[in-house]
Nanobody, 123 residues
Framework: QVQLIESGGGLVQAGGSLRLSCVASGYTSNNYAMAWFRQAPGKEREFVAGINWFGNTPLHADSVVGRFTISRDRGKNTNYLQMNSLKPEDTAVYYC????????????????WGQGTQVTVSS
C-alpha cells in the first residue's frame, strides 16, 4: 500500500523560509513522479511544483518561481520543497502527491496523496 508522509509545515513570518519533505513508501515501480499541491480556504487545489523520477526536469508554478525549489532524493524515496521569501498568500494546506509515470500539473492525474501539512505565513 502506497503511503506519502509529509512534514515540515508550520507558522513563519513573511520573508521567511520553510522546507517541506515527503517520504513515499509502497511503490513497486521505480518510475513515479512526485508533486506538491496546495489548497487555501475557499480556493481550489493548485499545482505548486513537481519533479519526475530522474529529477532532471523540475517544474514550478509561475507564482513560486524563484522562491520555491523542488528536489528529490531517490535513494530515500523523498522529495523536498524548499520555500523561501514566503508571502501571506502562500498560506495553505500543502499536499504531496505521486503517480506512476510522467509528471502532471493536474491534481486529477494523481491517485496517491499525503495527509497535508499546514503552512501559515503571517504578515
Amino acid at each position: 500500500q502506497v503511503q506519502l508522509i509529509e512534514s515540515g509545515g508550520g507558522l513563519v513570518q513573511a520573508g521567511g523560509s520553510l522546507r517541506l519533505s515527503c517520504v513515499a513508501s509502497g511503490y513497486t515501480s521505480n518510475n513515479y513522479a512526485m508533486a506538491w499541491f496546495r489548497q487555501a480556504p475557499g480556493k481550489e487545489r493548485e499545482f505548486v511544483a513537481g519533479i519526475n523520477w530522474f529529477g532532471n526536469t523540475p517544474l514550478h508554478a509561475d507564482s513560486v518561481v524563484g522562491r520555491f525549489t523542488i528536489s528529490r532524493d531517490r535513494g530515500k524515496n523523498t522529495n523536498y520543497l524548499q520555500m523561501n521569501s514566503l508571502k501571506p498568500e502562500d498560506t495553505a494546506v500543502y499536499y504531496c502527491a505521486a503517480r506512476v509515470g510522467s509528471l502532471s500539473v493536474s491534481s486529477s492525474a494523481y491517485n496517491d496523496w499525503g495527509q497535508g501539512t499546514q503552512v501559515t505565513v503571517s504578515s
